[in-house]
T-cell receptor
Framework: GAGVSQSPSNKVTEKGKDVELRCDPI?????LYWYRQSLGQGLEFLIY????????KSGLPSDRFSAERTGGSVSTLTIQRTQQEDSAVYLC???????????FGSGTRLTVV | RKEVEQDPGPFNVPEGATVAFNCTYS??????FFWYRQDCRKEPKLLMS???SGNEDGRFTAQLNRASQYISLLIRDSKLSDSATYLC??????????FGPGTRLSVLP
C-alpha cells in the first residue's frame, strides 16, 4: 500500500478483555516497529521486527503483551487481560532501510474502561 | 543519561521569529539522524534527515556535528503552522530507532 495502515483506528474495550491491533506496513518494508504513546507523553518503544530475525521484545511492558509478524508483512499486537493503564495510542511504523527513516501509521487509540 | 536528549521546551515564539532546537546523542556509533514533527494527536512524520554536511529545506536547516554528538534544527520565519512537537531521532545500524523526548514549539500570532 501507499502508507502504513493500522486497524482499528479506535477501540474501546472493557477491563480484562483481550484486544488485537493490526498493522499493515508499506509493501517491501522489512522492518516493523510498535510504539505506544499515552496522552501528553513521549513514544514508548514496544517491539521491533527486522526481516526473519528474532524480534526485539525488550520494550514490552509485561507478559500480557505479545506481537507477531506473519510472512514478513502484517503484524498483530495482542494485549491480554487489558488494564486501564493500557489506554494509549498504539503506533506502528515500517522501514525499508533505517538510513532513510521510517513511516508511521495513524495509530490505534485504545481505551480500556 | 538518556541516549537522546533534547531541549526541554516549550518554545513560545512570535510569527516570523527564528528558533533553534538542539539534540545530543550518547552512542558515538550512531549512523543516521532525523528530525520528525508530531502534531497534537497525530502520528510523527519525517521532517528531514540530517547529514554531516548539513542540509536545508526551505525555511528549515539541519546540522550534524559528529565530534560533539550534536544535532540541531533551525526554523526561520516561523509560521503558525510550524507549531508542533519536534522529535530528534537517531538510528543505529541493525538496531532500533531511538527517539528523544521532543521539544514543543508554539508559534504565536
Amino acid at each position: 500500500g501507499a502508507g502504513v495502515s493500522q486497524s482499528p483506528s479506535n477501540k474501546v474495550t472493557e477491563k480484562g478483555k483481550d484486544v488485537e491491533l493490526r498493522c499493515d506496513p508499506i509493501s517491501g518494508h522489512t522492518a516493523l516497529y510498535w510504539y505506544r504513546q499515552s496522552l501528553g507523553q513521549g513514544l514508548e518503544f514496544l517491539i521491533y521486527f527486522q526481516g526473519n530475525s528474532a524480534p526485539d521484545k525488550s520494550g514490552l511492558p509485561s507478559d500480557r503483551f505479545s506481537a507477531e509478524r506473519t510472512g514478513g508483512s502484517v503484524s498483530t499486537l495482542t494485549i491480554q487481560r487489558t488494564q486501564q493503564e493500557d489506554s494509549a495510542v498504539y503506533l506502528c511504523a515500517s522501514s525499508l532501510d533505517g538510513h532513510y527513516g521510517y513511516t508511521f501509521g495513524s495509530g490505534t487509540r485504545l481505551t480500556v474502561v | 543519561r538518556k541516549e537522546v536528549e533534547q531541549d526541554p521546551g516549550p518554545f513560545n515564539v512570535p510569527e516570523g521569529a527564528t528558533v533553534a532546537f538542539n539534540c545530543t546523542y550518547s552512542n558515538s556509533a550512531s549512523q543516521s539522524f532525523f528530525w520528525y514533527r508530531q502534531d497534537c494527536r497525530k502520528e510523527p512524520k519525517l521532517l528531514m534527515s540530517v547529514y554531516s554536511s548539513g542540509n536545508e529545506d526551505g525555511r528549515f536547516t539541519a546540522q550534524l556535528n559528529r565530534a560533539s554528538q550534536y544535532i540541531s534544527l533551525l526554523i526561520r520565519d516561523s509560521k503558525l503552522s510550524d507549531s508542533a512537537t519536534y522529535l530528534c531521532v537517531v538510528y543505529n545500524y541493525g538496531q532500533n530507532f531511538v527517539f528523544g523526548p521532543g521539544t514543543r514549539l508554539s508559534v504565536l500570532p
